[in-house]
């Protein structure tokens, strides 16, 4: 086809514009919307989690349906201490989210194996020369130029997993940072699925981006060696490198990403400062577009560049909380910062991570064992 006419074009099939066409479907289902994607798939190999609290109902309505697994609530494991946080805790599988976008959209709707190379508020051109008219246009395709942020990475290898026999895990844990740290900043994460199948990750962060696959790797199997488990076999994995933002100019970050086009995720800086997770900030960008009665390129770019500076902005505290974790510790001792965090009374723990907190929650985190310096109160 040499040219395509409809109301929205999402370029990008990942986390972020796969909610923003499940949303739009399900709110404007009369108008055209098309998702473009150079993989094969949608939403590529992940797994992705989030707590209970970091969401509202209209959120969580639109990732139920795509929830493979959910426990009562999670732990977190530290030297000092071993708690049971009482959240709900979900998980969402890339092979349910490809599913759920292909039930939901018509199949002319979905662009898989085709690759943007021009983008502009209100047209794409494809590497095959196909161009599409759009009424409007969200850029989805993943980070900016991130060399123009200051930035650490979170890095994470994870398998499931299963065992020549049970387990006796219950609940997910979160944080495991009970192992020796003095290899740097690193945890491992683990999802118990069924009785002898289990999700394990390694996680670390580092001031590099590079990706060790096989030391992550030789991490998981010494994890599951401590509890003495046998791996039968390995299936599902997922590996990735998030930035974790400790500071930048939003305005020339937005801009990196395409001047004039509206953005959505990694590439409008939408994510938790600390943890690098964009899973909340996905859902609630495609409510935001979804409901939008103006699908115009200028009055969507208009609109998200307005919402992720404000959230930028907003964010500033979250920024000095990782520098106070990956750059004024050393990195074996980064992980006393998320102790002190993690001992901390359960609700502000779950505005932390809904990134709600409030004066009275930064004086608590500056207080007595709080992991932040008094000066940090009234900052930002």
């Not at 990732?63 to 049971?84: H, I, T």
Request: with cysteine.
């Amino acid at each position: 086809m040499s040219g395509v006419m409809c109301d929205l074009a999402i370029i990008g099939g990942g986390l972020s514009g796969g909610l923003i066409a499940l949303a739009a479907r399900r709110a404007q289902p009369e108008r055209r919307i098309l998702i473009i994607e150079a993989a094969p798939a949608l939403g590529g190999a992940h797994l992705w989690s989030f707590i209970d609290s970091d969401i509202g109902p209209e959120e969580k309505a639109l990732l139920q349906p795509l929830v493979n697994f959910g426990w009562r609530d999670f732990a977190v494991v530290f030297p000092n201490y071993k708690r049971a946080l009482p959240f709900p805790f979900y998980s969402l599988r890339s092979d349910r989210f490809d599913e759920a976008l292909r039930e939901a959209m018509p199949a002319e709707s979905i662009l898989t194996g085709r690759r943007a190379t021009g983008v502009s508020a209100d047209g794409v051109i494809l590497e095959d020369g196909t161009m599409i008219s759009a009424h409007g246009v969200v850029d989805a395709r993943g980070p900016g130029d991130l060399s123009l942020l200051d930035l650490h990475y979170r890095k994470f290898v994870g398998y499931e997993l299963t065992l020549d026999g049970p387990h006796s895990v219950r609940r997910a844990t979160l944080i495991d940072a009970a192992a020796d740290p003095a290899e740097g900043f690193q945890y491992m994460a683990m999802l118990p699925i069924e009785n002898d199948r289990l999700f394990i990750e390694d996680v670390r962060y580092e001031a590099w981006p590079d990706l060790d696959m096989t030391d992550h790797g030789n991490r998981i199997v010494n994890h599951a060696a401590r509890f003495g488990w046998r791996i039968r076999s390995s299936a599902r994995g997922q590996a990735g490198i998030l930035p974790i933002a400790l500071g930048g100019e939003f305005a020339d970050y937005w801009n990196s990403g395409g001047v004039g086009v509206a953005k959505v995720g990694l590439r409008a800086g939408l994510f938790h400062p600390v943890t690098g997770n964009s899973l909340a900030d996905a859902a609630r960008t495609a409510l935001m577009i979804a409901t939008a009665q103006d699908w115009s390129g200028a009055a969507l770019h208009g609109m998200l560049q307005e919402h992720a500076a404000k959230c930028w902005a907003q964010r500033d505290y979250y920024r000095r909380f990782a520098r106070r974790m990956l750059r004024d510790m050393e990195p074996a001792q980064g992980y006393t910062v998320l102790q002190s965090l993690y001992a901390m009374d359960a609700d502000l723990i779950a505005r932390f991570h809904g990134m709600r907190l409030g004066w009275a929650d930064r004086l608590a985190l500056s207080m007595g064992e709080g992991p932040m310096p008094v000066s940090a109160i009234f900052r930002g």
